[in-house]
């Protein structure tokens, strides 16, 4: 079934790839970028998901809005113009976070406000995601932004009942309680476990399938 599921991926990689930020290119995972709200913010569910949702909004229209910004602007006018756009964008969703969840704005401190300036939205625009056309562009932004919710929301989700406990502040009953996992080296911990499921993930998926016994590949 492994080897099916290999030749799968590796048949129809081309249009897989278009996902790819969703797992093995993930944003935080594969590349290690936008880890500090992961790790120093995300210790309860509340907080993961405002993180992750405020980042989608604000990082999904913030490129989308970028893909409209003349070329034959320069670089760094541009990259500024990106950064304003997505500040601008940051007002309503902050708000909206607060409606949803009351005080958690206060909660995820300086590390909301630190999404504007994001990798994605910095770097990524250019060198990636306006290299495509819009609707592919589009798509490929949507899985990144996908990709980092579903990670910083797992991270919060553990950390939150194994440290404290509790899910969105309800008491779980759980044996053993760490809570180190409050703390920002377990996030670090988490999230280097994760990390390296992925890349086991992704050689499974680029490497030679296993030798079968008597030395025949599969």
Do not use: C, W
């Not at 180190?180 to 499974?204: D, H, S």
Request: charged share 15%; hydrophobic share 55%.
């Amino acid at each position: 079934m492994d080897v099916v599921f290999r030749r799968f991926y590796q048949k129809n990689k081309k249009q897989i790839d278009q996902f790819d930020g969703l797992l093995v290119n993930n944003t935080v995972l594969e590349r290690g970028l936008v880890i500090a709200p992961v790790i120093a913010a995300a210790n309860t569910l509340q907080n993961g998901l405002v993180l992750g949702m405020s980042f989608m909004l604000i990082t999904f229209f913030a490129v989308v809005v970028a893909s409209f910004v003349p070329k034959a602007l320069p670089y760094a006018i541009r990259v500024i113009l990106y950064v304003i756009v997505a500040g601008l964008l940051f007002i309503p969703v902050s708000y909206l976070m607060d409606l949803m969840f009351p005080g958690s704005v206060f909660k995820v401190g300086i590390f909301l406000p630190l999404l504007i300036t994001n990798s994605l939205i910095v770097t990524k625009t250019e060198t990636r995601f306006l290299k495509k056309k819009r609707l592919s562009m589009m798509l490929d932004v949507f899985s990144h932004v996908l990709g980092f919710f579903v990670v910083i929301v797992l991270v919060a989700a553990l950390r939150e009942l194994l440290g404290n406990g509790t899910l969105m502040e309800h008491e779980i009953n759980i044996p053993l309680k760490i809570y180190g996992f409050m703390l920002p080296f377990g996030g670090f911990i988490l999230l280097g476990f994760l990390a390296a499921g992925v890349q086991r993930f992704r050689l499974y998926l680029h490497g030679e399938p296993k030798a079968r016994k008597g030395g025949v590949r599969s």
